[in-house]
């Protein structure tokens, strides 16, 4: 089957500590089963029996410790561990197919030990290593009630004192607050002689512990079982040993984290996503109505089609994005575009295929006693966090004219990125230096990934669309005003990101159907074993519908000029249907009822 299933799943394909450990998350989840799950869920129930097996099996410490700090921290076979972005993005997609606030415990771990790895600091690292081989969680100290992420106006205000600093302030919205052994709080220094020249040279990052008198827990901002906290910081000291970043380097580390930890939302929907997909065709298909098998009304099936090849398109993304993040490099940083597509427009994609699925099972999707009830609520949060998808889109957005370049036959020199499930320390995801010269990251020609499908139908019409979007850029990009109006923007970039989505997903298609060079795809970051041309032909098929959407929100825009207007509509297509090759999904898509 093209889509996971825990059932099957063995890890075989990984080393023996790292198969036991996600087998251990998928024995303690099935031991509790799903009745008390929901019922611990409904009740916002604190789950400590998770948090105990995380620590008996050493899950966090393994996953989450880059090879040098498990070096650093002496760790036994419990500990010894790698930062392997494949197994990490299994270990996300298992957790949240059983449930998303028991993923959110490793997510947030993981953005509070990213500006700790980032760091200088050897002492630290070597703090936190063993506060994690014990069982220790971590909190990213970032975002506030009123500024939200944006650390150019944080409130959390260090003032010298001789020794060191003295810290107040508030964080909101911060997992983990409530146990983390460690939280890494993002603040800005106060000067007895005022600000400096350069506002970024007074940013700081430093860690906190959350049994220190000056640490205040005010509440959970939610209601569930995770713990989204506010916290509050008074008077509290930070010594020059705390202290994780200075400067530049702290906003810097900043956007490293999110950089490596926004993916992992991708593998979280797609986790909740798949979960829901089987228990809905399994509702739909055993119910008949009005004498008809639900999943033979046209309609249905339609919607089911949709909701299916739209997660496999998910799944080949993330998959193949996760290959770059890995292959990463000072000179090769293509995962910076990648990524924030990944978090984006996966999580939203897999928003849009629990809605799908809801038009299938209507009323049932309400049932409490329904893992479906909960995937409704779950899949909406992931499209909102580690930045929404406008501050996404804007970013993706600085890519542009360099991708274009590349479409032009005007792009780089890349090394081909092969499969990465390799199980190598992802060194370079911590040292990825400033934050800065996005929009001079080169690209190589793309348009080799749509070639290899061209003789598919709507892979051509897909090529027609790119090649009309780029004529359009070409002779009628924003201008002037225009070129400042974020809403126009905005509607462009879907287009953009729509077009690098798909470039990616036909190159794990390729990988998958081609073999695939450095390794073969099995496990959750599989690019789909058992994939065919028609599976991407279908794939395409969504692309051209979604594209065409895109391009008519463009024509609709109030700025739009009347040659944006028309080069819109030249963009608008119709997807080819190839009636045996509809019967012929639909059979693979209700095969997952059984």
Known sequence: MLLFHPSP?????????????????????????HTALKAESHDATWYDDFLEMIVREGIFARFGTPAAVGT????????????????????????????????????????????????????AKRLVGQLLAQGGLFAFGLSEREHGADIYSTDMVLIPDGAGWRASGEKYYIGNGNCAARVSVFGRVQRPEGPSANPADDYLFFLADPKHPGYTLVQNVVRGQMYVSEFRLTDYPVTPADVLHTGKAAWDAALATVNVGKVQLAWASLGIAEHAFVEAIQHAHRRVLYGTRVT?????????????????????????????????????????????????????????????????????????????????????????????VHVNLALVLKFLPAFAAAGAGQGVQCAPVPVRLDPADDTFLFAQGPASGLSRIGFPDWR??????????????????????GHLMATAPPRGEQAKDLDFLLNVGQ????????????????????????????????????????????????????????????????????????????????????????????????????
């Open 296 to 388: 033979d009304f046209p309609h249905v099936r339609r919607l089911l089609a949709d909701a299916y090849i739209r997660l496999v398109a998910m799944k080949l993304y993330s998959a193949r994005c996760s290959d770059y993040e890995r292959s990463a490099s000072p000179e090769d940083r293509r995962f910076l575009l990648y990524n924030p597509i990944a978090k984006m427009k996966v999580t939203s994609e897999g928003e849009r295929v629990v809605d799908l699925l809801w038009e299938v099972i209507a009323a049932k999707g309400f049932e409490k006693d329904t893992y479906f009830e909960q995937a409704t609520r779950h899949i909406r949060t992931l499209p909102k966090l580690e930045g929404t």
């Open 9 to 33: 799943y063995d890890a075989a394909h990984y080393d023996e500590p790292t198969r036991r450990a996600l087998l251990a998350v998928r024995r303690f989840f099935e031991a509790k089963g």
């Open 448 to 469: 080799g990934a749509f070639a290899r499908f061209s003789t598919l139908p709507n892979v051509a019409t897909f090529i027609g669309q790119v090649q009309a979007f």
């Open 72 to 123: 650093l921290t002496g760790g036994s076979d419990a500990t010894t561990a790698r930062w392997d972005t494949a197994r990490n993005n299994d270990l996300s997609e298992l957790l949240a197919w059983y449930s998303l606030e028991h993923w959110y415990a490793w997510q947030v771990t993981v953005l509070g030990l990213g500006p700790v790895w980032t760091s200088g600091n050897a002492e």
């Open 495 to 594: 287009i953009f990101t729509q077009i690098v989505y798909a470039q990616l997903a036909a190159e794990a298609a390729a990988l998958a159907i081609d073999g695939a060079p450095g390794g073969t795809r099995t496990g959750t970051t599989a690019a789909c074993a058992g994939l065919d041309e028609s599976h991407v032909d279908r794939m395409f098929g969504v692309f051209v519908q979604d594209l065409s959407e895109y391009a008519v929100a463009v024509h609709g825009q109030a700025s739009a000029t009347p040659e944006q207007q028309a080069g819109a509509l030249a963009l608008v297509s119709r997807a080819a249907v190839d009636p045996a090759a509809a019967a012929h999904l639909h059979a693979e898509v209700v095969s997952y009822a059984s």
